[in-house]
């Protein structure tokens, strides 16, 4: 929606096609798309909940549509920005020259709990940590497109971006004869290049697993889509194992040696020998595989330090600092308790924040200040007092939206849209993304988790390109 309440004009010919299709017709394809991916088994596990409750992610049939022009300045941002953290990362597990420089204080790096010792001084294939990034961006105003949080951990829902476009160009395949979509479907060919491009250094044909958690992560589906897609083997910890310093992968044929480890386990639960003794998950003794240079586990371990919100307000620093240039996407202003003056203000403003975690993710933890009752506001105020090292505060943006359908019909609702970055030989990036949409009249919690849903995100190729899909 343009924010005047008029139609952007990306969306011009598909309001007229909109207007023009009967309500029942909208009805219909919107059952449809629920049915398919009902077929397809397109869950998520919510934790909390009593049993682990499975749920299906609300799918809206309304794309989001962004024009070429608009697409250009999120693609050059994401980059510039995903380029900015692995050099943050590859410095601070090395010559941590930003530290002594004075830009960031030590210990805001050091103390984290996301910082791993045991990464220092390890030189990785092409300085690279975070191979696969999800940069969490919201659109402010027409012109302004602004960085909301970075993902360089294991961001996940690729997989969503990919079958919501398989859903739309099933459901309205004469929308796409009409419009030139940029293609996505290209994604899993290119993660597997880049997850090629940083195998160790010796090896000319790299054997890639991606390692899952199991069935019962949350994420499972999306592992299982991305192995099959990528046409490599789904593993889990116990079907690897480590022989004299390199990996090795149990199979009817006997133990075949791997080299790329595409992982979504969190650090913790990698390896027992080195982190949580417990974990049943890892692989005992792979940290010291990556020390050898044996296998390259993407992300690298310890790129989290890149996903703390406290760290998330040094961005524009960290860019100017390590590549010499101004930031193409701004962050969204933000407080920083551990600051006395920061802290004095959030508490004197907590009821028009938002407050978050620095280590939060998925929407918990979070205050809505402006949605918030007394009692919640209070109760935050008490726990900023206590530990304001753990929390960061942001005002309350005035996020745009786009038609979504709903029971009502078409109505505005808040979204946000996470492109994902890869970094291998080059850094790139799909033209789209997942737009996650907040279903919820009103509400600017956009997480799955949280009952947000998700849209495919069209990127319109310029006039003269050929339509593609």
């Known amino acids: 929606m343009h924010s005047g309440g008029g139609v952007r004009a990306p969306y011009g010919r598909y309001a007229d096609w909109l207007h023009s299709t009967p309500a029942e017709a909208l009805q ?3 059952d449809q798309a629920n049915s398919l991916f009902r077929t397809v088994g397109i869950t998520f596990n919510v934790y909390g909940e009593e049993g682990g409750t499975e749920r299906l ?19 050059a941002g994401v980059i510039q920005r995903v380029n900015g953290l692995n050099a943050f990362l590859h410095d601070v597990y090395n010559d941590q020259e930003i530290l002594r420089s004075g830009l960031i204080p030590p210990e805001m790096v050091l103390t984290n709990s996301a910082f791993r010792p045991e990464m220092l001084g390890l030189k990785l294939p092409k300085s690279i940590y975070a191979h696969v990034a999800g940069v969490d961006i919201v659109r402010i105003d027409d012109k302004t497109f602004t960085v909301l949080e970075d993902n360089a951990r294991t961001p996940s829902g690729v997989s969503y971006m990919l079958e919501n476009r398989q859903a739309m160009m ?3 395949p004469d929308l796409f004869s009409a419009y030139a979509v940029a293609p996505v479907s290209h994604y ?3 993660l597997l290049d880049t997850l090629r491009a940083v195998a160790p250094r010796e090896v000319d044909d790299p054997v ?3 390692l899952t958690p199991g069935q019962y992560n949350s994420a499972y589906f999306e592992h299982a889509f991305l192995a099959q897609e990528m046409g490599i083997e789904l593993v889990e910890g116990q079907d690897l194992f480590v022989d004299d310093g390199e990996v090795f992968m149990r199979t009817t044929r006997g133990p075949k040696r791997v080299h790329v480890i595409y992982r979504r386990i969190d650090d913790d639960y990698l390896d027992p020998l080195t982190f949580r003794r417990e974990s049943t ?3 005992p003794g792979l940290m010291a595989a990556c020390r050898l240079g044996r296998v390259t586990v993407c992300n690298a371990v310890g790129g989290g330090i890149a996903d703390d919100k406290a760290i998330y307000s040094y961005m524009p620093e960290i860019i100017r600092f390590y590549l010499g240039q101004e930031p193409i996407l701004n962050n969204v202003p933000t407080y920083t308790p551990r600051r006395a003056e920061d802290l004095s203000y959030v508490l004197a403003h907590l009821p028009e924040l938002v407050v978050k975690e620095v280590h939060g993710s998925g929407g918990y933890g ?8 007394k009692a919640e506001i209070e109760a935050f105020r008490a726990k900023l007092i206590a530990e304001p090292d753990r929390f960061i505060a942001q005002p309350t943006l005035a996020l745009s939206t786009c038609p979504t359908y709903v029971d009502a019909g078409i109505a505005p609702r808040h979204v946000d849209l996470r492109p994902f970055v890869l970094s291998g030989k080059k850094t790139m990036v799909v033209p ?3 737009t996650r949409v907040a279903m919820r009249k009103g509400s600017l919690v956009v997480n799955s988790s949280q009952g947000g849903g998700t849209k495919d995100t069209w990127v319109l190729e310029k006039p003269h390109a050929r339509p593609r899909r």
């Not at 799918?59 to 989001?64: E, Y």
């Not at 979070?366 to 009752?373: I, R």
Request: proline share 9%; net charge negative.
């Open 28 to 30: 219909q394809r919107h």
């Open 57 to 75: 992610i609300p799918f809206d049939i309304v794309p989001r549509i962004l024009a070429a022009e608009e697409w250009a300045i999120v693609e």
């Open 170 to 172: 099933r459901l309205f």
């Open 188 to 190: 899993p060919e290119l």
């Open 208 to 210: 890639v697993v991606l």
């Open 281 to 283: 998950l890892g692989v």
């Open 366 to 373: 979070m205050l809505v200040g402006p949605a918030a009752s």
């Open 432 to 434: 789209g993304g997942l």
